[in-house]
C-alpha cells in the first residue's frame, strides 16, 4: 500500500503499523509527535495505529527554545 511520509510516497506492507513503522524509520524515540491525516496521534497509541493506503504521516521534532 502506498502512504505519504512528510510529502514522500512510501510503498508499505498491508497491516504495517505507525509503530512499526516508526521504529524501521529510527523515529520512534522521545521528542518524535506525528500527525496521521492532520490529527495529532497519542505516542501510547503508535504500536496499534494501523495504516490505511493513502494514509498521509508528518512527522514533527520538538525544538527546544522559548
Not at 496521521?36 to 514533527?60: C, H, K, M, S, Y
Amino acid at each position: 500500500m502506498r502512504v505519504t511520509l512528510n510529502d514522500e510516497a512510501l510503498e508499505l506492507a498491508e497491516g504495517t503499523t505507525l509503530g512499526r513503522l516508526l521504529a524501521e524509520l529510527e523515529q520512534d524515540k522521545p521528542g518524535v509527535a506525528v500527525a496521521l491525516n492532520q490529527q495529532v496521534v497519542a505516542r501510547g497509541r503508535w504500536p496499534e495505529q494501523a495504516l490505511a493506503p493513502d494514509d498521509t504521516i508528518t512527522l514533527f521534532h520538538a525544538i527546544a527554545g522559548g
